[in-house]
């Protein structure tokens, strides 16, 4: 049994009944729940239920890795995404100098390049809100956006933070979710990737107090044991012991570093960091964008690459690396004029 799986089984599946609009009671490792019908019905199980999250446990509805409610549950939290939808205007939308924009930003690695034709059309992106909640000793809420070219799946996050100068029209609050499994999937997965840098950020300052405190504590505990031995041993010397005593508490003495090593694992539990990231909101935003076809050659190898003129953030956006993902303003073409970052040459 996994003790930090087992919790973050039991957050998920709260959240999730709670999501629905029903109701749970903590009972310390299991919940009880009163489920809506709706729930309770695609998860093919009954309206007032007792949930475990034991793999080893002998309740009827046990949720762990790997078993059949955990999927079906899985299945139902993916569905219920809100996603709202918004369309963004601009008085004015660039359309030249993007030769120079280009070179200010890019570096093509092993590539010369020109800006051939110019295209103002449309494009989405799609903004993320997931909230996160990290949980050791004390735990710590917050909420993170993250904002990506729906086409290229490059993180454009910094276009939330613009979001609120521009014209915006929202529309259809409540038009049902149309992002795929598989798109979710896919953002999931970036979200996953953004998330790291963000959150180390975030929680730096969490992360040193209970380090500090699982350093005090472990300090604290290795100052017991030690005086606790010493104080066995000195009793030992004392005159009178019989020989059974003595082994007695030869025997104790030998167990105290098991005890220690024990308590110490407790205590790394205890300051441990377990983050907990929820998808928790999605807005399509349709944005005006331009095109800038960019014509680049290897030697005698040509290929066109697009470009993304990003009206919001007044500025190209980069690209994606063919190999690992990540993006980039320095493209190297590979042998199949693919683009590949700096670490993927
Ligand atoms: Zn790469």
């Given at each position: 049994m996994n003790y930090n799986n087992e919790i973050n089984l039991k957050f998920f599946s709260e959240d999730l009944i709670k999501g629905y609009g029903g109701a749970i009671e903590d009972r310390g490792r299991g919940?009880?729940?009163?489920?809506?019908?709706?729930?309770?019905?695609?998860l093919s199980v009954p309206e007032y239920l007792s949930l475990q999250f034991d793999a080893e446990g002998d309740g009827e509805?046990?949720?762990?890795y790997g078993s059949p409610l955990l999927d079906k549950m899985v299945t139902a939290a993916r569905e219920r995404i809100p996603v709202t939808r918004s369309v963004l205007h601009f008085d004015y939308l660039k359309t030249a100098g993007f030769e120079r924009l280009v070179q200010e930003l890019f570096y093509f690695g092993n590539a010369v390049g020109k800006v051939g034709e110019i295209a103002s059309t449309f494009n989405e992106y799609i903004l993320l809100y997931c909230s996160y909640l990290a949980?050791?000793?004390?735990?710590?809420?917050?909420?993170?956006?993250?904002?990506?070219?729906?086409n290229t799946l490059v993180e454009v996050s910094s276009m939330a933070e613009h979001l609120?100068?521009?014209?915006?029209?929202?529309?259809?609050?409540?038009?049902?979710?149309?992002?795929?499994g598989k798109e979710i999937e896919i953002i999931e997965q970036l979200v996953q990737h953004s998330a790291q840098g963000v959150l180390s950020a975030e929680l730096k300052d969490f992360e040193s107090s209970m380090n500090r405190r699982y350093r005090r504590d472990v300090k604290n505990l290795n100052e017991y044991y030690t005086a606790l031995r010493q104080e066995m041993e000195k009793n030992l010397q004392r005159s009178g012991l019989s020989e059974r005593l003595i082994a007695d508490r030869q025997e104790k003495i030998g167990l105290i570093p098991a005890e220690l090593a024990a308590k110490t694992d407790d205590l790394f539990?205890?300051?441990?960091?377990?983050?907990?990231?929820?998808?928790?909101?999605?807005?399509l935003i349709r944005s005006p964008i331009v095109k800038v076809f960019f014509h680049v050659s290897v030697g005698r190898k040509k290929?066109?690459?697009?470009?993304?003129?990003?009206?919001?953030?007044k500025s190209l956006e980069p690209l994606k690396c063919r190999k690992c993902g990540k993006d980039t303003y320095k493209p190297f073409f590979g042998k199949q004029m693919n683009i590949l970052c700096s670490q993927c040459i």
């Amino acid at each position: 049994m996994n003790y930090n799986n087992e919790i973050n089984l039991k957050f998920f599946s709260e959240d999730l009944i709670k999501g629905y609009g029903g109701a749970i009671e903590d009972r310390g490792r299991g919940i009880d729940a009163v489920l809506p019908e709706e729930l309770a019905e695609e998860l093919s199980v009954p309206e007032y239920l007792s949930l475990q999250f034991d793999a080893e446990g002998d309740g009827e509805w046990t949720i762990h890795y790997g078993s059949p409610l955990l999927d079906k549950m899985v299945t139902a939290a993916r569905e219920r995404i809100p996603v709202t939808r918004s369309v963004l205007h601009f008085d004015y939308l660039k359309t030249a100098g993007f030769e120079r924009l280009v070179q200010e930003l890019f570096y093509f690695g092993n590539a010369v390049g020109k800006v051939g034709e110019i295209a103002s059309t449309f494009n989405e992106y799609i903004l993320l809100y997931c909230s996160y909640l990290a949980q050791s000793d004390e735990q710590k809420e917050g909420l993170l956006t993250f904002v990506y070219n729906r086409n290229t799946l490059v993180e454009v996050s910094s276009m939330a933070e613009h979001l609120a100068e521009i014209s915006i029209n929202s529309t259809d609050k409540t038009s049902p979710v149309d992002l795929s499994g598989k798109e979710i999937e896919i953002i999931e997965q970036l979200v996953q990737h953004s998330a790291q840098g963000v959150l180390s950020a975030e929680l730096k300052d969490f992360e040193s107090s209970m380090n500090r405190r699982y350093r005090r504590d472990v300090k604290n505990l290795n100052e017991y044991y030690t005086a606790l031995r010493q104080e066995m041993e000195k009793n030992l010397q004392r005159s009178g012991l019989s020989e059974r005593l003595i082994a007695d508490r030869q025997e104790k003495i030998g167990l105290i570093p098991a005890e220690l090593a024990a308590k110490t694992d407790d205590l790394f539990n205890k300051y441990s960091i377990r983050i907990r990231l929820k998808l928790s909101g999605a807005v399509l935003i349709r944005s005006p964008i331009v095109k800038v076809f960019f014509h680049v050659s290897v030697g005698r190898k040509k290929k066109t690459i697009t470009l993304f003129y990003n009206p919001t953030l007044k500025s190209l956006e980069p690209l994606k690396c063919r190999k690992c993902g990540k993006d980039t303003y320095k493209p190297f073409f590979g042998k199949q004029m693919n683009i590949l970052c700096s670490q993927c040459i």
